[in-house]
Nanobody, 125 residues
Framework: QVQLVESGGGLVQAGGSLRLSCAAS????????MGWFRQAPGKERECVASISKRGSSTYYADSVKGRFTISRDNAKNTVYLQMNSLKPEDTAVYYC??????????????????WGQGTQVTVSS
């Protein structure tokens, strides 16, 4: 089993920045792809960003391209999501997720075997 714990969420004004962290523990395996998802009230959970094993391949949703950056430190078993120029529509619960064996990025929820508990991000206008 792998446990994922997110941190770094909070309340920020529009235009501000936050950095989310996701620490993995348990049967950690740094050779899998990781992702950040978010879910706003009344909406489906969506993939915001995903990163491959070594970080050489990344995916970003169109809505966050140029504003968010996903990165990872495999020595620390940690994945980050740097969020800049935040907008009110970025308000959501953000979840970290890990694939079970694959090293390839994915935007599909069912491809991810492990999930964190989520961290709230609220952007005020």
């Amino acid at each position: 089993q792998v446990q994922l714990v997110e941190s770094g969420g909070g309340l920020v004004q529009a235009g501000g920045s936050l950095r989310l962290s996701c620490a993995a523990s348990g049967r950690t395996d740094s050779s899998v792809a990781m992702g950040w998802f978010r879910q706003a009230p009344g909406k489906e959970r969506e993939c915001v960003a995903s990163i491959s094993k070594r970080g050489s391949s990344t995916y970003y949703a169109d809505s966050v391209k140029g504003r968010f950056t996903i990165s990872r430190d495999n020595a620390k078993n940690t994945v980050y999501l740097q969020m800049n120029s935040l907008k009110p529509e970025d308000t959501a619960v953000y979840y970290c997720a890990a694939r079970s064996v694959s090293r390839v990025v994915s935007t599909t929820l069912s491809d991810y075997a492990y999930w964190g508990q989520g961290t709230q991000v609220t952007v005020s206008s």
